[in-house]
C-alpha cells in the first residue's frame, strides 16, 4: 500500500457534505486526516438546512475505518466556525489543515440583482473563509507544525456575466488567501487557494463546451498535496484544477506604467498618450461579444 499523505493530521472541511467537499473529506480521511466535517446541509441557494448531509458524510469515513466528526451550522457565523476549529483541537489536539469548500449560487444580472442575493454569496463564501481562516491561524501560529489553509475560488474570480457576487465573492478570497499567505508565512502557516471545475449541482448550468470538466474525485489528491508536508515550501499560490489538468496562475502585477512630465497628470496629456498604458483584452470578453454578436444574428429574419 502507498504512503499515506496525511497521516496524523486534523483536517476541518467546509461543504464536506456534497460535492467537491464530500470527495475532499473522504480522500483526506483515506490519507489518514482526522476530519471534521462541516456541511449546513443546504439547497443551492442557501435554503432549507439539514444536518443529514454532513452526519452522512461522517458516517461514511467510519464506515471506511476513519474518524470524523459532523458540524452542521452555517460556516459564515463566527461561532459556528470557532467550534468547528475547538472541535478538532479538544478532540484531536491540534487543527493542522483547514479547507473551505462551502458555497452557494444566487445567479442573476448585476442590474436585476437584489441586496440579499449579493449579500448571502459574499457571506457564505469570502466571510465563510474568513470565519476558518481566523479561528484556525490563531491556532495553527501557535503550532510547532503550523499548518495549511486551502481556499475555493473559481475562473469566475476574473469575472462573470450574470454572477457579479460571486465573482466578487471568489476574487476576495483570491485577496484574502494571499494576505493570509504573506501574514501567517512567519508563523509556518501556509495558504493557497484552487479553482476546481467538477461535475456537481452547481456546475450543472455551465455549458460544457465552455470549459474543461471532470469529477469532484479528480480535485481532491490536489488539496491533499497542499495540506501535506510534501508541499511544505508552497504558499500564497492560485491553481486550477479539473480532470487531469492541474495550472497554477499568474500573480497579478503590473505590467506597464507611464509618468506624467509634471507632478500631476492633466486629462489632456492622458487623452493625448493613453496608448503608452493602453488596455489588456479581458479573454472572456471576446466570448461574450462572440455571443452578442450569435444573438443578433439570431434575432434577424432568415432572408
Ligand atoms: N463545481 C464546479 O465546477 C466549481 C467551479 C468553480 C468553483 N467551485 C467552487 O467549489 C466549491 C464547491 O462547489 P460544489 O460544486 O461542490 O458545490 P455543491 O453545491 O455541490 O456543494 C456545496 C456544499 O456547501 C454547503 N454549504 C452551503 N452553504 C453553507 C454554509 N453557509 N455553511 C456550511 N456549508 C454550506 C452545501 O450544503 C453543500 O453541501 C464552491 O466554493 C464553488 O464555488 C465549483
Known amino acids: 500500500m502507498s504512503k499515506k499523505h496525511l497521516e496524523g493530521k486534523n483536517v476541518l472541511v467546509t461543504g464536506a457534505g456534497r460535492g467537491i467537499g464530500r470527495a475532499v473529506a473522504l480522500r483526506c480521511a483515506q490519507e489518514g486526516a482526522r476530519v471534521v466535517v462541516c456541511d449546513y446541509g443546504v439547497a443551492q441557494d442557501g435554503s432549507d438546512p439539514t444536518s443529514e448531509v454532513a452526519d452522512a458524510v ?5 464506515a471506511a475505518g476513519g474518524e470524523a466528526v459532523s458540524v452542521a451550522g452555517d460556516i459564515s457565523d463566527m461561532s459556528v466556525a470557532e467550534g468547528a476549529v475547538r472541535m478538532a483541537v479538544g478532540r484531536w489536539g491540534s487543527i493542522d489543515g483547514a479547507v473551505c469548500v462551502a458555497g452557494i449560487l444566487r445567479e442573476r444580472m448585476l442590474f436585476n ?21 481566523r479561528h484556525a491561524s490563531a491556532i495553527m501560529r501557535k503550532q510547532d507544525t503550523g499548518g495549511s489553509l486551502v481556499a475555493f475560488t473559481s475562473g469566475a474570480h476574473t469575472g462573470s ?14 485577496g ?20 476546481p471545475i467538477a461535475r456537481t449541482r452547481m456546475s450543472a448550468g455551465v455549458p460544457t463546451e465552455m470549459s474543461d470538466m471532470g469529477e469532484p474525485e479528480d480535485v481532491a489528491p490536489m488539496v ?9 515550501d508552497v504558499t500564497a499560490q492560485m491553481y486550477t484544477i479539473t480532470g487531469n489538468k492541474i495550472a497554477v496562475w499568474n500573480q497579478t502585477v503590473e505590467i506597464r506604467e507611464m509618468r506624467a512630465a509634471t507632478d500631476q497628470w492633466s486629462v489632456d496629456d492622458i487623452v493625448a498618450r493613453f496608448d503608452e498604458v493602453g ?7 471576446v466570448e461574450v461579444e462572440r455571443r452578442r454578436q450569435d444573438a443578433l444574428a439570431g434575432s434577424r429574419p432568415n432572408q
Open 224 to 232: 491533499v498535496y497542499l495540506l501535506s508536508d510534501a508541499s511544505k
Open 161 to 174: 456575466v450574470s454572477q457579479a457576487n460571486y465573482a466578487a465573492a471568489k476574487s476576495g478570497i483570491v
Open 113 to 133: 440583482m437584489t441586496e440579499e442575493e449579493f449579500d448571502d454569496v459574499i457571506r457564505v463564501h469570502l466571510k465563510g473563509h474568513f470565519t476558518v481562516f
Open 279 to 285: 488596455q489588456e483584452v479581458h479573454p472572456f470578453m
Open 176 to 195: 484574502l488567501t494571499r494576505s493570509a499567505a504573506l501574514g501567517l508565512s512567519r508563523y509556518g502557516v501556509r495558504a493557497n487557494a484552487v479553482a
Open 58 to 62: 461522517v458516517a461514511e469515513i467510519q
